[in-house]
């Protein structure tokens, strides 16, 4: 049976420039404050070595329309297939990450929160988690393409999510917002992989196809496509470790 696995990703950095007693204060276009938990840093040097081992055990990077046919028109994934996606689209995204996915032939997928990119350019931060502008996000199209992650309900306060209190007015509104950005359409990835079950009912009645998920494991013919399975590579992932993920 086919099946597929989706790795998560957010900021890349080099170890040196790591701060291990801070947690990342996050740079957004939005009039919003949070932080980005240390976990879900990778390191530069890491995240080669693991590409280099998707590369040299053949695995076959994923765009979207691939699962799209293979849940709605029962087309098979190649044997090893793997999607990879990065959350926020912070600038290592495009200072790290790229170079490196595009020396390796791969694609990736940014989700995108509309409200959180800038109209120009900020500077890279060691101590910042610093959002890119629209015009970055362009620089990487040959390797990225750009689904929707909200337009502005990427929030969370007092350990509530936006989606867990949204109403559905609201919801749609903010959905399609974001939705005629992307360049893909009808594929969600939930803010935090926290909300309640009425989201997933009101994104099937807007036509979604996919809708992914944080939570780990992988994706067969027999998976909520709208629920879909990723495994977050985090902070100190051995090279073992990644592996398992696979398996």
């Known amino acids: 049976m086919s099946a597929f696995h989706v790795l998560m990703y957010h900021e890349i950095i080099k170890k040196e420039d790591f701060n291990t007693n801070n947690n ?22 890491e995240f080669e070595k693991q590409m280099d081992y998707l590369h040299k055990s053949g695995y076959v990077t994923l765009k979207l329309h691939q699962i799209i046919e293979f849940f709605y028109k029962n087309k098979p994934l190649p044997e090893k297939s793997v999607l990879i996606t990065f959350d926020d689209m912070y600038k290592s995204s495009l200072i790290y990450a790229y170079p490196i996915l595009k020396k390796y032939g791969f694609s990736a997928v ?35 393409q750009y689904a929707n992650h909200s337009k502005a309900l990427h929030t969370r306060k007092d350990g509530v999510t936006a989606l867990q209190t949204i109403d559905k007015g609201s919801f749609i509104d903010d959905v399609k917002g974001c939705e005629n950005f992307v360049e893909v359409k009808n594929i969600y990835a939930y803010p935090f992989g926290v909300f309640k079950e009425e989201v997933v009912h009101w ?24 629920m879909l399975h990723r495994n977050a590579v985090v902070l100190q992932c051995t090279l073992e470790q990644f592996k398992t993920i696979l398996n």
């Open 24 to 45: 990342s204060v996050i740079k957004v276009n939005q009039q919003y404050e949070d932080i980005l938990p240390k976990p879900l840093f990778v390191f530069l040097e």
């Open 110 to 144: 940014g989700f995108v929160v509309l409200d959180w990119l800038f109209n120009e350019e900020k500077s890279y931060s060691k101590t910042e988690s610093v959002c890119l502008s629209k015009g970055e996000l362009d620089k990487m199209k040959d390797v990225f």
């Open 203 to 226: 994104l099937k009645e807007l036509g979604f196809l996919l809708a992914f998920t944080t939570e780990g494991g992988r994706n067969d013919i027999n998976t909520n496509p709208l």
